[in-house]
């Protein structure tokens, strides 16, 4: 059932997915879906949200202990997302960008669930940028940057069916990079 959330939500947002079109994708009877989450559409999105989370924090460290260089460690990154993008055929987003941008204050679970997540990234990103030489103000700003143009290129990428966005978005962090290692 999360699987099929993440594709759902993927491609149409949360707002655009209802219940009956999730349990249909993922084949399940509506009582599975109360039974495992009771809390309905709400828990399953702010699940999505923390696995989807758990998962790129855990990438961005991996390639933090990789060692690369802040340049090389933008290039991933970067590369990734495009080539994310690039095999859902640039008709899909970042879940959590799709979500994010979708969920009401009043949707508590969401809320702490997004808030967490993109802290945990922020959190990654900025141990690296400190293991490369940022001070920890410059840390600070850098992976604030880095996570803005990650999720901005996302969304671009869908809305201009192209990957240069990913691009852009690496070259100008790559720029701010060596600019915040300067200072």
């Avoid at 999505?48 to 998962?55: A, F, L």
């Avoid at 970067?78 to 009401?104: G, L, V």
């Avoid at 940028?129 to 850098?142: C, E, M, P, Q, Y």
Wanted: contains cysteine; charged residues 25%.
């Amino acid at each position: 059932m999360l699987e099929a959330a993440v594709d759902l939500f993927r491609h149409r947002g949360y707002e655009g997915v209802g219940v009956a079109e999730l349990l249909a994708k993922a084949n399940a009877p509506r009582g599975s879906l109360y039974f495992h989450f009771p809390g309905g559409k709400e828990q399953i999105g702010a699940e999505v949200v923390r696995r989807v989370g758990e998962t790129v924090a855990g990438q961005f460290r991996a390639l933090h202990e990789s060692g690369v260089d802040l340049d090389t460690f933008v290039h991933r990154v970067f590369r990734t997302t495009a080539k994310d993008c690039e095999n859902r055929e640039f008709k899909a987003s970042c879940p959590m960008a799709a979500i994010a941008a979708e969920f009401s204050n009043e949707s508590p679970l969401l809320s702490v669930a997004v808030r967490d997540a993109f802290k945990a990234w922020e959190d990654e990103i900025r141990v690296a940028a400190r293991a490369r030489g940022l001070s920890d103000a410059n840390a600070d700003i850098f992976a604030s940057a880095m996570l803005t143009s990650m999720e901005g290129a996302f969304i671009l990428s869908k809305a201009q069916a192209s990957a240069l966005p990913h691009e852009n978005a690496a070259r100008a962090m790559k720029a701010l990079a060596n600019a915040l290692v300067s200072n």
